[in-house]
């Protein structure tokens, strides 16, 4: 009967073997190398997780790719993935590497020009407002677009304090925000 759907008993139990190796290999590899393995994903960590997948689905299906050099494959992934986080500590390196996080809201105003940047649409804003639970845009202190592509949305402070520049350091678009605070801080003196 297997023969006939253009399958050995032999082919199916090596891909059965092959799946289950590949599966406890990342399992594996992913303990090793740690939650950043697989983490909310930088444009590195997403070409890494594709190629992962790709390797894995290779090694369990394909008759031309072995067992050993589909997991020493994955293992090699693994060690580049590393030694690219590594070297991402590195700002030089982390500017290649990544997209700048956008600021997309200073306060209640929409920075249309980022969020055309973004690719965002005003009903894609509003939505990730209604999810982040805020109810009017005045409680809005800024919204930036992440490198992972979450969107932070950072409620205005309830005591009145400004919000701080640190948290928006690497931010395109923050350095209006910053002016906009110091003001208000240089005022309120």
């Not at 090596?14 to 983490?39: D, N």
């Not at 805020?134 to 930036?144: D, F, G, I, L, T």
Request: aromatic share 4%.
């Amino acid at each position: 009967m297997w023969a006939q759907l253009g399958s050995s008993w032999n082919t199916i139990s090596v891909v059965v073997v092959s799946t289950v190796s590949v599966y406890l290999a990342l399992i594996l590899f992913s303990r090793i190398a740690g939650l950043r393995s697989f983490a909310e994903m930088t444009n590195f960590d997403l070409a890494a997780t594709v190629i992962f997948g790709s390797m894995a689905a290779t090694t369990a299906v394909s008759t031309s790719t072995s067992l050993v050099q589909g997991v020493v494959a994955l293992a090699v992934l693994f060690v580049v993935q590393a030694l690219i986080a590594y070297l991402r500590r590195r700002k030089r390196v982390e500017r290649a590497m990544d997209s700048r996080p956008l600021l997309l809201m200073d306060g209640p105003e929409v920075l249309t020009e980022n969020l055309a940047r973004a690719r965002m649409t005003d009903d894609d804003l509003r939505s990730k407002l209604r999810l982040a639970g805020v109810a009017r845009v005045e409680q809005v202190a800024a919204v930036v677009l992440e490198t992972t592509g979450m969107v932070s949305v950072i409620a205005v402070d309830g005591q009145g304090r400004s919000l701080d520049p640190a948290l928006l350091q690497s931010v395109n678009g923050a350095d209006r925000l910053r002016a906009a605070s110091a003001e208000g801080n240089s005022s309120g003196s």
